[in-house]
C-alpha cells in the first residue's frame, strides 16, 4: 500500500490582519462620498437642462467643490481635461441624458 501524503488545509483570513481599517473610518468615507456624490448631483441637474440638447449622451465630470464641469464625447478625454485642471481631487462622472447614469447593469 501506497502512503499518501496528508493535505493540508488552507485557514481562511487576513493576509494581514493588522492593517485592518476600523468600521468607524469606513463609515466616514462612505459619508463623505455620498456628500459629493449629492453636492455633484445638485450640480449636474443646474447645468444638465441647458447641455443636454447639444450634447446628448457626452460625458461630464464634476469637482464638487468649486462646480466646475469639463464634458466630452469620450470619457477618457473629459477625465484628462478634469484632471489638468484638478490633478489631486475627487471628481463624479455623470453622463447628459435623462437620468444621469453612464451604463446599464
Known amino acids: 500500500m501506497t502512503k499518501t501524503k496528508p ?11 493588522e492593517f485592518q481599517i476600523p468600521l ?10 455620498n456628500a459629493r456624490g449629492q453636492k455633484a448631483r ?6 444638465c437642462p441647458q447641455l443636454i440638447d447639444e450634447h446628448y449622451n457626452w460625458f461630464i465630470l464634476i469637482e464638487p467643490n ?9 470619457e477618457d478625454v473629459a477625465d484628462k481635461k478634469a ?3 484638478y ?4 471628481l463624479v462622472t455623470f453622463r447628459l441624458n435623462e437620468t444621469g447614469t453612464c451604463g446599464r447593469i
Open 7 to 17: 493535505i493540508r488545509r488552507r485557514h481562511q483570513g487576513r493576509i494581514f490582519p
Open 24 to 33: 468607524e473610518e469606513l463609515a466616514r468615507r462612505e459619508a463623505e462620498k
Open 42 to 47: 445638485i450640480i449636474f441637474d443646474r447645468v
Open 66 to 74: 468649486s462646480g466646475d464641469y469639463f464634458i466630452d464625447r469620450d
Open 83 to 85: 484632471r489638468e485642471k
Open 87 to 90: 490633478p489631486n481631487s475627487w
